[in-house]
């Protein structure tokens, strides 16, 4: 569940949580011991949706609003065939992200994840220089 999502300030239509389905939930613990920022059954209480991306089938609670499955489909492919790309993902899993940009494009230029930010002041100091060489 990101910013967004948790925003209370920002008025919204709908909601929809989007879930890997491959992963799901990962571990169902909050940050630091896991990767959520608030309790699931908290966070679908609050959503009119779920859309599973990708392949899989994760086990979720219950919830009783609609969960719809997806896939990312470049709506242009011949877009980027044959063409260098540079790309960049601040999402919590950009493997899947950068996989798809190199079926697509000829060659995708050194995948930049957005840098992981650690408790250690010090790591965090050479991670960040280090990528930005």
């Known amino acids: 569940m990101d910013d967004g999502f948790q925003n209370f300030q920002i008025t919204k239509d709908v909601s929809l949580v989007v879930v890997d389905a491959q992963s799901g939930f990962q571990n169902g613990k909050l940050i630091p011991a896991g990767p959520l920022r608030e309790d699931v059954a908290q966070g679908l209480a609050r959503a009119n949706g779920i859309v599973l991306m990708g392949e899989g089938t994760p086990s979720l609670p219950s919830f009783a ?63 960040s220089k280090r990528q930005l060489r």
């Open 65 to 127: 609003g609609p969960i719809i499955s997806a896939n990312i489909v470049p709506t242009a492919p011949d877009a980027l065939h044959g063409r260098s790309v540079f790309a960049f993902a601040g999402i919590g899993q950009p493997q899947s992200f950068f996989r798809h940009f190199a079926a697509w494009a000829r060659k995708l230029s050194q995948p930049n994840p957005f840098p992981i930010i650690t408790n250690s002041p010090q790591r965090n100091s050479r991670s």
